[in-house]
């Protein structure tokens, strides 16, 4: 069955720097998302893309947030100086239309720690 | 605005019974869906369940079912013949047709003891 993958699974980096984060959706969906958990707590949403630009994106997805999606398989999420309460873990999520309009499918996440 | 309320932080439940893990929401949109997820202490997010809010009958996938009571919008999870693999946090999420994003609930940390 078809997945999500996320990469790095893990990734470690010191406040202020800059940190992609990447993932390959299911080929054929064409709605992408990021969440993020931080520890403890429940998932939030951060921002949806489709057609290439953002749809949608909370308050937490300031100017330190960007996504991209450069090319036909890949969809990152770039924090530009990471702070501390970044620590989290982050969901890539992807759509299609092949099984309603609701259902996301999401990655196994990457989990950032900022040191 | 979209609201999940999970009131159940942890549940203590032994093998082999079956287990309801409570969720009540509060929409405005006319159309929504809702989800379960499993989320074991590896991290990952596993799809269990999805009930669409004009669907006749009450979603199943094995040993999963969900509990839809429009009236009283809650969206209970069952899960039958609960084995020590179902121990994880659980959380119940919606989505309204006219927003993209799913919503999420604070989940419940389920525990199946031996």
């Known amino acids: 069955e078809p997945e999500v993958t996320q990469t790095p699974s893990h990734q470690v980096t010191q406040m202020g720097q800059e940190v992609i984060l990447r993932c390959v959706p299911i080929s054929n969906h064409l709605y992408f998302y990021w969440y993020r958990q931080i520890l403890g707590q429940k998932v939030e949403f951060l921002v949806s893309f489709y057609n290439n630009e953002i749809s949608e994106k909370s308050e937490i997805f300031d100017d330190q947030f960007s996504v991209e999606r450069p090319d036909g398989s890949n969809f990152t999420l770039k924090i530009r100086s990471t702070k501390l309460e970044d620590s989290a873990m982050y969901f890539c999520?992807?759509?299609?239309?092949?099984?309603?309009?609701?259902?996301?499918?999401f990655g196994p996440g990457t989990r950032l720690t900022v040191t | 605005a979209q609201k999940i309320t999970q009131t159940q932080p942890g549940m203590f439940v032994q093998e082999k019974e079956a287990v309801t893990l409570d969720c009540t929401y509060d929409t405005s949109d006319p159309s929504y869906g809702l989800f379960w997820y499993k989320q074991p202490s590896s991290g990952e997010m596993i799809f269990l369940i999805y009930q669409g809010s004009y669907d006749q009958q009450n979603a199943t996938e094995g040993r999963y079912s969900l509990n839809f009571q429009k009236a009283r919008k809650s969206a209970n999870l069952v899960i039958s013949a609960s084995q020590l693999g179902d121990s994880a946090m659980y959380f119940c999420?919606?989505?309204?047709?006219?927003?993209?994003?799913?919503?999420f609930g604070k989940g419940t940390r389920l525990h199946i003891l031996p």
């Open positions: 999420a919606m989505r309204g047709v006219r927003d993209d994003k799913i919503i």
């Open positions: 999520a992807s759509r299609g239309l092949d099984r309603g309009l609701y259902e996301q499918y």
